[in-house]
């Protein structure tokens, strides 16, 4: 992502914020997974959308119209020793030369200086319960402001949480972020390549979530999300994470895998046959839950409001349940009532973008959003019959499938940024069979 981006992001969030006002985004903290041992270091999704920097330790703190500069980034000192162990710094002046920041300073200093930036300020935007120990640093900062007001230092009137605006901006895509997240899904959908090359009668779970694992971090990738790799009855468990079984000759296997690119997730889900052909009723509800996916993608246009995708899925899983006397009655009753429930208990997607369940509101008040263009939702349709499901007869057990895309809302048609990875049936076996 080029500099020039942030900027923009930052203008425009300024814009909105108007002035006397401050906005403060603190960088995600680095988190501990026991004794000295950390684990990977990924940026608060915030505070880099609006700062590219990507070291812990960091303030942001945006001030519109402030004539000394409407942008401050507090950061780690330069510190030789330090670096010589966890590699180097920006410090405040690479964050000025380097960063964009019209003004940096130590994080060490940040309790002399950022009361000082407070004062002049009459509402402050930031977002409460996400980083505690910084909640706390905030209102110790404002309660030392108040105690000096009657010696006539000014304090801010109000706290307004920052969230509304910036997940707002998020949710819709601007061209250079839906270039990474094509380009996202396109290493995502070469994993998911692989992985049906791969799996065969005798391997393991495990096995295929290091093909996955190394188609991405070999494109400088890594997991938006802990894989899911299940096999057989294991396909029916909506976040299984074990991935430990073997795969066994005439199971499914549902593969939901995405990855993060420059800080942009993809999102996909595959089914597939492990011997590389489809049982007669493995093909049966796989195409069901293709029909309800190809229909639910085509409602994914500007004007179309959030639900209409899953409305559209749940009609055709509904209907294909139906035919395949898994359901009895009559689809409009069955619809009200819910009666795909037992197979289908998911939602049909979600936001899409630097957070794999993406940021952003579904409803504008009591009604659900219309769709826009540069919005990005996933479409996951699913059908689950574990072992033991009462309602359906023992030979249709152990198969659960799932079909989850990408999906861009453009001016015209849905864009699906996922399709580098077959989802037709015969396709898949061809795939499969071929060297
Ligand atoms: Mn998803």
Redesign the pocket.
């Known amino acids: 992502m080029k500099k020039e981006e942030f900027t923009r992001r930052r203008r425009q969030l300024m814009r909105m914020l108007g002035k006397d006002t401050i906005a403060i985004v603190p960088a995600a903290p680095v988190r501990h997974r026991n004794s000295d041992v950390e684990y990977a270091y990924r940026q608060d999704s915030n505070f880099y959308y609006l700062t590219g920097f990507d070291e812990p330790e960091a303030v942001a703190v945006l001030m519109p119209g402030r004539p000394q500069g409407e942008y401050v980034l507090f950061v780690r000192d330069r510190d030789p020793v330090r670096e010589a162990w966890d590699g180097s710094r920006a410090g405040p002046e690479g964050a000025v030369a380097r960063h964009g920041a019209d003004d940096a300073f130590p994080v060490a200093d940040i309790d002399e200086i950022l009361p000082g930036l407070l004062e002049r300020c009459s509402s402050v935007h930031y977002t409460m319960g996400i980083h505690p120990d910084f909640d706390q640093r905030i209102i110790g900062w404002v309660n030392g402001l108040r105690a000096q007001a009657k010696h006539g230092l000014h304090t801010p009137q109000e706290f307004v949480a920052l969230d509304h605006l910036l997940h707002d901006m998020r949710v819709y895509k601007s061209s250079p972020e839906l270039d990474t997240l094509r380009r996202s899904a396109t290493i995502a959908a070469g994993a998911h390549r692989r992985a049906m090359k791969f799996a065969a009668p005798g391997r393991h779970e495990y096995e295929v979530m290091a093909e996955i694992l190394h188609e991405f971090h070999r494109h400088k990738a890594d997991i938006s999300y802990h894989p899911i790799v299940g096999g057989g009855a294991n396909s029916c468990v909506l976040h299984y994470r074990a991935n430990s079984a073997r795969l066994e000759d005439g199971d499914l296997l549902l593969i939901d895998a995405g990855c993060e690119y420059d800080y942009y997730a993809s999102?996909i889900t595959r089914t597939f046959p492990i011997n590389g052909r489809f049982s007669e009723r493995q093909r049966a509800i796989y195409e069901v839950v293709l029909e309800a996916q190809q229909a639910a993608i085509d409602k994914v246009r500007p004007g179309n409001h959030w639900n209409e995708p899953h409305e559209a899925a749940v009609k055709a899983v509904t209907q294909g349940l139906l035919r395949l006397g898994l359901l009895k009655g009559k689809l409009p009753k069955l619809i009200k009532d819910e009666a795909y429930k037992p197979f289908f208990m998911h939602r049909s997607g979600?936001w899409l973008g630097m957070d794999?369940h993406d940021v952003g509101e579904y409803k504008v008040g009591e009604d659900w959003r219309l769709l826009e263009p540069g919005m990005v939702t996933?479409i996951?349709p699913g059908i689950y019959i574990p072992p033991g499901t009462k309602i359906a007869p023992r030979d249709w057990w152990g198969i659960g499938v799932r079909i989850?895309d990408d999906v861009v809302v453009t001016k015209g048609d849905p864009e699906v940024i996922s399709g580098g990875v077959p989802t037709d049936p015969d396709e898949i076996e061809r795939f499969m069979q071929s060297a």
């Open positions: 999102d979600h794999v996933t996951e989850e």
